[in-house]
């Protein structure tokens, strides 16, 4: 069920085979690169906290701990729950085949379906770290929501994708039609920039740290690591120079302040990923960003360097963060910004030169020549389970809350 380019439904069994999917990748790339479990000699991740675990990046960061690394984790995600008759959000059945598989492979694995902003839920996390006699090595912040509760004022802010000064208009496709059309968005007032630099920023990052910290529940050398975009410069107005990218810059000023805090208490470092434009909920329907990343698409299969979310976390991974001896934590590069740069495949001069000259030249009728429309449609499917390989969607589903 698609509506104003948004899928209102997921199909369970279709969630499910695409985490197992993602979940095979991770095993067949643990096997190509002789990476060591830590029950196999390895010094790579052991427990590991994924905060917003369910979709996306955070789901494929989670994956690639567990099933490359065999860390055990805690994962958190705040989903709507299925009834037998009543369909949940695919972050449920994503998280529920996750759980099966890690029971399977003999890892620990917690999964709490909870608001991840509330100093609740944060209490619950220790206090379950304690009960498993464990301490954290690595922490992946992941979050993305259009609200959060300040714990302090108890005031809900709520964010928004708009840009900044002036009106933003630009083209756009509908991707069920496969039309291009103009699509605007009006500048943002200052307490909505203010807003969702509070949701979106580094604020609640900084929170989860500093109360992990003062319960000793991080391991020595414990990472912690944030996620970003920057993308091209055809989407800053809209994305970068806009409300998130406000929010994205406040939450690198937290890395690179909480980097100095780590190294302090637990000889650890903080760090914001800055990873490759996916299709998300909410990209469909932002100006220009579901154009770009149709062309994006295209350009990078044409040169065989396009990555899905799974592809990048475990590149990040192991060409990033775990890259000493037996998969120990390594020396990490970073850009002058302290940031990590594994959306290095998406900004080579190449493909952007390729894909200024097609977002310059984009027509209605040259669309299916300049875009990969199919692939990006497929992407924006199997977020809610479809359109995956394997699964019979023809076969009625006999009840809404389990995922066989």
Known sequence: MVRSSICINAHPAGCAKDT??????????????????????????????????????GLASRISAAFEYGADTIGVSFEKQPTETKGGTPGWYNNM?????????????VTMNADAYADETRAHIIEEA?????????????????VRTDPDTKVLYKSVIKPQGKTYSGKCIDIMTQTLK??????ATDEEIASTVKVMGGEDWRRWIKQLTEAGVLAEGCRTVAYSYIGPEQTHQIYRDGTIGMAKKDLEQAARDLDGQM?????????????????????????????????????????????????????LFAERLYTGADNAAGTVPTDSGHRIRID???MDPE??????????????????????????????????????EGVDYEKDVQRMDVID
């Open 182 to 187: 103009e699509s605007s968005a009006e500048p």
């Open 130 to 146: 304690k009960k498993l006699g464990r301490k954290f090595d690595l922490i992946i912040y992941s979050l993305a929501s259009p």
């Open 344 to 346: 290095d495949l998406e």
């Open 263 to 315: 190294k302090a208490f637990v000889g650890g470092a903080a760090y914001v990923s800055v990873n490759k434009g996916l299709v998300t909920r909410s990209s469909a329907v932002i100006p220009v960003i579901s154009l770009y990343l149709s062309i994006l698409f295209k350009v990078m299969k044409e040169k065989g360097t396009h990555e899905g979310c799974i592809e990048q976390m475990e590149r």
């Open 351 to 388: 493909v952007q030169k390729i894909c200024t000259q097609r977002m310059e030249s984009v027509t209605q009728e040259n669309l299916t020549s300049y875009c990969d429309l199919e692939g990006y449609k497929h992407d924006f499917l199997a977020t809610n389970g479809f359109d995956v």
């Open 97 to 109: 085949a996750f759980d099966r598989a890690a029971k399977k492979d003999g890892l620990i694995s």
């Open 20 to 57: 197992d999917d993602q979940i095979a990748y991770v095993k067949a790339q643990k096997a190509k690169r002789g990476t060591k479990t830590s029950k196999e000699g390895g010094k790579g991740p052991k427990m590991v906290l994924v905060l917003g675990c369910s979709t996306g990046y």
